[in-house]
Nanobody, 126 residues
Framework: QVQLVESGGGLVQAGGSLRLSCAASGRTFSRAAMGWFRQAPGKEREFVTAISWSGGSTDYADSVKGRFTISRDNAKNTVYLQMNSLKPEDTAVYYC???????????????????WGQGTQVTVSS
């Protein structure tokens, strides 16, 4: 069992930055692939970025490449999402997700994830 708690959301102007954190409970964090997803009003939840156990593999949605960076600290059971050059279209509820994997791989499919946080709101004003 993995429990996830996101923090760090808020209101920021376009061009600004935010760092989201996702704290995980449980001793299995170091064997969990982690991901960030987001859901804007009236839209489906979509993939943002993901990271493997070791942090050695990452993947990003095209819409955030070059602006967002995912990282993890297994000693702190925490995964981070650094968001730079934010745009109004980044406005959404951001969710952290985890899935236990047998290999050090990234997972980008929403349906692959077993554990989800409650979400944190990110609002980017123009």
């Amino acid at each position: 069992q993995v429990q996830l708690v996101e923090s760090g959301g808020g209101l920021v102007q376009a061009g600004g930055s935010l760092r989201l954190s996702c704290a995980a409970s449980g001793r299995t964090f170091s064997r969990a692939a982690m991901g960030w997803f987001r859901q804007a009003p009236g839209k489906e939840r979509e993939f943002v970025t993901a990271i493997s156990w070791s942090g050695g593999s990452t993947d990003y949605a095209d819409s955030v490449k070059g602006r967002f960076t995912i990282s993890r600290d297994n000693a702190k059971n925490t995964v981070y999402l650094q968001m730079n050059s934010l745009k109004p279209e980044d406005t959404a509820v951001y969710y952290c997700a985890a899935v236990l994997t047998s290999r050090d791989i990234v997972r980008i499919q929403l349906y692959a994830y077993d554990y989800w946080g409650q979400g944190t709101q990110v609002t980017v004003s123009s």
